[in-house]
């Protein structure tokens, strides 16, 4: 992706930045992210809706650099330079872990980025998270550039989201299946080097799922008359932690720290970055 085309990129992005508040920012009520309680002020989105991919504003200029193995790499060394749609201090942290053990021997130099994913607060099924990742990775890669003014190497989304998964209607046939809620994220990753025109540009997979307790659940769809919660909210509320998703996150708190949220988010950013590992035989170039 040239340069002149993140600069192109940018312009909507700054027209974004500008626009008046919506939803929580603006007061309103966080919007429920099921689709089976009422609509929110913030989105609409359905269930089955399309969800188009347009580039998110970024909220700030500035980042956060961090060096791999604590080496601070100078944006002007030949460091791999990876743009994260986050200053998620467990997003950039697994991107580095990812990006170090795929590319043995390189420095690596991440910076993640604040910026907006274009999504809800709590994303809603596959499409809609999926979109939030492809969101942060553009976003990042425009905001490496206005910081820089040069793209990175490769911009980088992680997106969190959730959705319900009706096992007794789909497997009728056995018994003791119910409805669950289930937890996911989508890692988007972006290749932006301009010299690689005939190289594919985008890889993309999903985490694991697993079950959400009923009890957050609850807490998200809105219990007892209460406004909605996000996911990471409703892990407090119910664990007795305080901001658990810049720590171990969900995953950590279900499998009793078997499973933390880096290493949740380095096993699928293993396989996002899967097309970008055989460029000496181009098995994945386009055809």
Not at 190 to 205: S, Y
Not at 229 to 250: P, Y
Not at 261 to 267: E, G, I, P, S
Request: glycine content about 10%; aromatic content about 6%; hydrophobic content about 40%.
């Amino acid at each position: 992706m040239p340069v002149d085309h993140l600069r192109r990129q940018s312009a909507p992005l700054r027209d974004l930045a500008h626009r008046p508040p919506e939803g929580p920012e603006a007061g309103g009520a966080q919007p429920n992210p099921f689709p089976s309680g009422p609509a929110g002020a913030l989105h609409t989105f359905k269930r089955d809706d399309p969800v188009p991919l347009t580039p998110p504003s970024p909220r700030s200029p500035a980042h956060t650099p961090i060096g791999l193995g604590g080496r601070r790499t100078p944006t002007t060394s030949g460091a791999m330079q990876i743009a994260v749609g986050s200053t998620n201090p467990v997003k950039t942290h697994a991107v580095r872990d990812a990006f170090a053990q795929n590319f043995p021997g390189r420095p690596i130099d991440v910076s993640g980025f604040d910026v907006q994913s274009g999504v809800r607060d709590q994303p809603w099924g596959d499409q809609e998270t999926r979109t939030g990742a492809l969101n942060r990775a553009i976003a990042a890669a425009a905001s490496f550039l206005a910081a820089h003014g040069r793209q990175p190497d490769f911009a980088v989304g992680l997106e969190g989201g959730v959705m319900e998964d009706d096992l007794a209607s789909q497997h009728a046939h056995i018994a003791g299946l119910g409805s669950q809620v289930q937890c996911f994220a989508w890692m988007a990753v972006l290749r932006c080097e301009p010299e690689a025109t005939d190289l594919q540009k985008w890889g993309v997979a999903r985490t694991a799922s697993f079950e959400l307790p009923p009890k957050v659940v609850a807490l998200m769809r809105g219990h007892a008359g209460r406004p909605p919660l996000e996911l990471g909210d409703a892990d407090d509320a119910v664990f007795s932690d305080v901001n658990s998703k810049q720590k171990g996150g969900t995953v950590a708190k279900v499998t009793k720290g078997l499973v933390d949220r880096t290493l949740y988010y380095v096993h699928a950013l293993h396989l996002a970055l899967v097309p970008f590992l055989h460029d000496e035989t181009s098995v994945y170039a386009p055809v």
